[in-house]
């Protein structure tokens, strides 16, 4: 079976899917969109996130059929052209990607949750992220690019960073006198 969808603003297809495959295996391996990871297979560690007409699933527990003729975002698709998203840029300036296996799921539901919340509280930011697990940190890092990203977006980063000389240690430094 043929499967079209809109998959990061662009109609794709991919010829002899199975209805049942996942969505996950079709993009990654038929639509040549490695971002988006396979670590469990069963939706329980996050890392395969990507929006399904503007909601975040894990794309490992869709079946392939499911996705005909529907909008699709992945990691890839957040960033515009060669320039990355700012929750992107957040990720790499704090060191929240380690080995990056868990970093796409963690960029979509982050980039999810800053969509319907400006500026998150870390809860508010753990909750969100609940659903992503990541084996390398202990996710202070990831918590701190949240933050960062939504200093980015709400465009106060770039005064705070001249401020502040590296900006992203006196962010740490602040964040960390006020728990």
Same mark, same amino acid.
């Given at each position: 079976?043929?499967?079209?969808?809109?998959?990061?603003?662009?109609?794709?297809?991919?010829?002899?899917?199975?209805?049942?495959?996942?969505?996950?295996?079709?993009?990654?391996? +038929?639509?040549?969109?490695?971002?988006?990871?396979?670590?469990?297979?069963?939706?329980?560690?996050?890392?395969?996130?990507?929006? #399904?007409?503007?909601?975040?699933?894990?794309?490992?527990?869709?079946?392939?059929?499911?996705?005909?003729?529907?909008?699709?975002?992945?990691?890839?698709?957040?960033?515009?052209?060669?320039?990355?998203?700012?929750?992107?840029?957040?990720?790499?300036?704090?060191?929240?990607?380690?080995?990056?296996?868990?970093?796409?799921?963690?960029?979509?539901?982050?980039?999810?949750?800053?969509?319907?919340?400006?500026?998150?509280?870390?809860?508010?930011?753990?909750?969100?992220?609940?659903?992503? #697990?990541?084996?390398?940190?202990?996710?202070?890092?990831?918590?701190?690019?949240?933050? #960062?990203?939504?200093?980015?977006?709400?465009?106060?980063?770039?005064?705070?960073?001249?401020?502040?000389?590296?900006?992203?240690?006196?962010?740490?430094?602040? +964040?960390?006198?006020?728990?």
């Amino acid at each position: 079976m043929r499967i079209t969808a809109t998959v990061n603003g662009e109609l794709k297809q991919a010829d002899d899917v199975w209805p049942g495959e996942n969505l996950l295996y079709v993009l990654r391996e +038929r639509m040549g969109l490695p971002g988006s990871k396979n670590a469990c297979d069963q939706g329980e560690c996050g890392s395969c996130t990507v929006y #399904l007409d503007g909601v975040p699933v894990c794309a490992c527990l869709v079946a392939a059929g499911q996705a005909a003729g529907r909008s699709i975002i992945t990691v890839e698709g957040l960033a515009s052209g060669d320039a990355l998203h700012p929750v992107q840029e957040a990720f790499v300036a704090a060191g929240a990607v380690q080995c990056g296996f868990c970093t796409p799921g963690l960029l979509v539901a982050a980039h999810d949750l800053l969509a319907r919340t400006a500026r998150p509280s870390d809860p508010e930011i753990r909750e969100a992220l609940a659903g992503n #697990l990541c084996r390398c940190t202990g996710y202070g890092q990831i918590l701190e690019a949240v933050h #960062l990203a939504a200093d980015q977006l709400a465009g106060t980063a770039g005064a705070e960073e001249e401020q502040a000389g590296d900006g992203l240690g006196q962010q740490r430094s602040d +964040r960390q006198g006020e728990a």
